[in-house]
């Protein structure tokens, strides 16, 4: 009986989620087939009829899937750098008061600063070149794993601690065994916030300066007035997005599978 | 109870001898070393001597530095007010209703893996480089952050509690105003500050693409011109207002929501 009620309550979803999107891309269609808008904008079948294109042919100088591993290369190596780095200091300030005291108003200085703004002195201290754009993405990936490996080091629960003392732990074995693990589902929250900065990052770097990835692409259909490649951009930078965060969650599923409450 | 106090005064001791230490070691390097040439990475007295020198005079990039600060807070302020008003109740509704759920939700997963600076190129095309576009931007980023939050707020509310209130007769209203959302102002908060951090991005993003004043065009201009000094100026300059945002946020969080969680 119960099950009957779920999956007739997936159908109704289901339904409605299909009704609400088909009327938005008919909306789209008709106001730009059939209205002035049209003029401005390009309908979803265009948009689509173009993304395909792309994939075969070339948009600038490569395929749509080139510049999606361009901008995807930038990404992975300044975001595992920086994450890196991020988790070993976190779990530092937040184990170790002297660490914290010693780095903690260092990075509060820094962290209010979005990455972005950063671009212009990156450019000027790296060239326009790739280290640049990794350097950003480092940035941005750095500063969220750091916030959040902290907060998941100060919240040990200070009683398994005790118990392990008891037992005879020093604190090299505490650290390892019992704060880095119990720290890694705020770690995890933290990766998921820095890749998505990090993704929003490497676009706005390629778009001030670049001449590949997808936030090339974006802001050459702006210089172009090319609406067409602006959007077909904009689909794919949504679609990687999406994927990125997918497989973070799914990573994290398998990491933190201990732990009930991490969803 | 003493020993703690002095423990404190301790760590606090060291937190100002580093940074301290910092800015002694960036003089030492550049003023005294010459390890850098000013041109590329300035030292600490310059960086302090162009901001007080870019508090007077408007070369070389058009404008005092209060003028571009006061252009770059009026359309954030614009554009996250809108996101926040439109998307706190949009969350909230989503959360309770399941039918504006099933409609909206699967046009809200559409666009919340695009990134909101993805969306410069084509609004700036569709409405030139003024206001609309950059608090257009604003909004689409501030107005996802906050109905995520929202949602999750409103989603944790504790189902005993609204059977409490269901056996004392409450109306679905009342329900909604006095239990829901109640428990949801932590999270309603935490989108809020989310929001405002990506929404000062964003600007900062929209600004360095195409803009005529604003913290973000005069650190571009900056670089154009190979002026760092300009540039640390600027990026100190958006980050003290970023950090003087969020405590005042964090302020009315703790008026607002008192006790309840606001850390």
Known sequence: MIKKKNISDKTINVACACISIGAFLFLWYWGTAFTKLGMLIPGPVEVLETVTAGFFGKVGRHSILVHVGYSMIRVMIGFIVGSVFGIVLGLLMGWYRIAEAIFNPLFRIIRPIPPIAWIPISIIWFGLGENAKIFLIFLASFSNTTLNSMAGAKNVDREVVNAAKMLGANERQIFTTIVLPASVPSIFAGLQVAISSSWATVLAAEMVRSSEGLGWMIVAGMNNNDMLQILSGIVMIGVVGFILAIIMRKAEDILCRWNKSGN | ?263
């Open chain 2, 1 to 263: 109870m003493d020993m703690k106090k002095q423990k404190n005064v301790f760590y606090l001791c060291i937190s100002v001898i580093s940074v301290a230490a910092v800015i002694a070691l960036w003089y030492f390097l550049i003023n005294v070393m010459h390890l850098k040439s000013e041109t590329v990475f300035p030292g600490p007295l310059k960086v302090f001597y162009t901001f007080l020198q870019k508090l007077q005079t408007k070369a070389p990039d058009g404008a005092t530095l209060q003028a571009h600060l006061w252009a770059s807070i009026k359309v954030a302020v614009l554009g996250y007010g809108l996101g926040a008003l439109v998307g706190v109740p949009l969350g909230i509704a989503m959360a309770w209703n399941k039918w504006v759920d099933r409609f909206v939700r699967p046009l809200f997963d559409l666009i919340r893996p695009i990134p909101g600076l993805a969306w410069i190129p084509m609004f700036i095309l569709l409405f030139g480089i003024g206001i609309t576009s950059k608090a257009l931007v604003i909004f689409l980023g501030s107005l996802i952050a906050c109905v995520v939050n929202s949602y999750t707020g409103i989603r944790q509310t504790k189902e005993t509690h609204l059977w409490v209130g269901d056996v004392f007769g409450a109306t679905s209203g009342q329900k909604l105003f006095r239990i829901a959302i109640p428990t949801a102002l932590p999270m309603i908060f935490t989108g809020l500050r989310v929001a405002l951090g990506t929404a000062w991005t964003a600007l900062v993003a929209a600004e360095l693409l195409a803009s005529t004043k604003g913290l973000g065009y005069m650190i571009q201009q900056a670089r154009a011109i190979s002026r760092p000094d300009i540039i640390i100026v600027g990026m100190l300059a958006i980050g003290a207002v970023g950090a003087v945002f969020d405590a005042v946020l964090h302020l009315v969080e703790i008026k607002v929501a008192k006790g309840m969680n606001a850390k």
